[in-house]
């Protein structure tokens, strides 16, 4: 089946520093993915939108200056902490979307393994 | 806003027990509703959906059937395997489209032997 990875699974960073997160899809191209994040007992939260070629779609209290998405080729998207602080410290989770023909039941959502940022 | 609620975890139960686990939902129109499982080091992976009112989604001995009435997506299993430890999220989202979902907090269910 379709495999998404996600790069690296866990990651402790000092606070200030920046960290980048990856997602890849490996056999299938993916116009569009997803970034999600999910503090302790909470939900899984999307993030933004990630579509190749074009700006991210950030929803509502996300700092895009913050967390900066990189969607350059059709297999491959990064999310980029910067300057984390430890409120930062969160699991994040990306999924790719891939699509056969126009109709939206024929699509199929792969997800990451997520990864677990701790800042310092 | 649409949100999603789901049984606190965790849950543990013995191999051959019967599972519920219980989902209700918010929202303002018809969303399509479904349930994805993380096991261990993997990524979450559709387990089930249900796209409107009395559909009933099934997968791998599990179902969940979409109650409008009561608003409800619960997932359930007649008899577990310790193969089946995992958290499990229920989700909804608008179309069909996979995209732009709402999950719960996920639940994780621990099957001892």
């Known amino acids: 089946g379709a495999v998404v990875s996600q790069h690296p699974s866990r990651v402790i960073c000092k606070s200030g520093t920046s960290v980048k997160i990856e997602c890849r899809s490996l056999?299938?191209?993916?116009?569009?993915m997803f970034w999600y994040r999910q503090f302790p007992k909470q939900s899984l939260m999307l993030m933004a939108t990630s579509n190749e070629g074009s700006k991210a779609t950030y929803e509502q209290g996300v700092e895009k200056d913050k967390f900066l998405i990189n969607h350059a080729s059709l297999t491959l998207s990064t999310l980029t902490v910067t300057s984390a602080h430890p409120e930062d410290s969160s699991f994040y989770i990306c999924?790719?979307?891939?699509?056969?023909?126009?109709?939206?039941?024929?699509?199929?959502?792969?997800f990451g393994s997520g990864t677990q940022l701790s800042v310092l | 806003g649409d949100s999603v609620t789901q049984m606190e975890g965790p849950v543990t139960l013995s191999e051959e027990a019967f599972l519920t686990i219980n989902c209700t939902y918010t929202?303002?129109?018809?969303?399509?509703l479904f349930w994805y499982v993380q096991y261990p080091g993997e990524g979450l992976q559709l387990l089930l959906k249900?796209?409107?009112?009395?559909d009933k989604g099934s997968n791998k001995g599990f179902e969940a059937t979409y109650r409008k009435e009561t608003t409800s997506f619960h997932l359930e299993k007649g008899s577990v395997q310790v193969s089946d430890s995992a958290v499990y999220f229920c989700?909804?989202?608008?179309?069909?489209?996979?995209?732009?979902?709402?999950f719960g907090k996920g639940t994780k269910l621990s099957v001892k032997p």
């Open positions: 929202a303002t129109g018809y969303p399509s």
């Open positions: 999924s790719a979307r891939r699509s056969r023909g126009a109709s939206a039941t024929n699509e199929k959502l792969f």
């Open positions: 249900a796209t409107k009112a009395d």
């Open positions: 056999d299938f191209q993916a116009t569009t």
């Open positions: 989700a909804l989202n608008y179309g069909g489209s996979q995209g732009n979902l709402i």
